[in-house]
Nanobody, 125 residues
Framework: QVQLAESGGGSVHAGGSLKLSCVVS????????LGWFRQAPGMERELGAI????????TYADSVKGRFTISQDNAKNTLYLQMNDLKPEDTAIYYC??????????????????WGQGTQVTVFA
């Protein structure tokens, strides 16, 4: 059974930092494309990932480029998202997801077939 479990969300003031983790089990972690998505309050989940990683290929959405860093530890089957210089507009539920497809870059949500339950990030002005 495939499971993805996020942690590390919380509340910070603008300019602060958080690091999200996503522990993945039940699939060959190193062989999958992984991504982070988010859903702002009152909105649908964004169609495209904000950060994606596939082997050594890393891609960021313009909204987070230069502030967020995605990484993975294959020994721990864990995906990370280091978020710096957080802004109020980053407030959202953050989800990790996995895809068996290659070369996704960011990819849209339909390309990902396993999802975590989400972790809340709140940024105060």
């Amino acid at each position: 059974q495939v499971q993805l479990a996020e942690s590390g969300g919380g509340s910070v003031h603008a300019g602060g930092s958080l690091k999200l983790s996503c522990v993945v089990s039940g699939l060959p972690f190193a062989d999958y494309c992984l991504g982070w998505f988010r859903q702002a309050p009152g909105m649908e989940r964004e169609l495209g990932a904000i950060a994606g990683i596939d082997d050594d290929s890393i891609t960021y959405a313009d909204s987070v480029k230069g502030r967020f860093t995605i990484s993975q530890d294959n020994a721990k089957n864990t995906l990370y998202l280091q978020m710096n210089d957080l802004k109020p507009e980053d407030t959202a539920i953050y989800y990790c997801a996995s895809s068996p497809l290659e070369g996704l870059g960011l990819g849209n949500d339909w390309a990902y077939n396993h999802w975590g339950q989400g972790t809340q990030v709140t940024v105060f002005a």
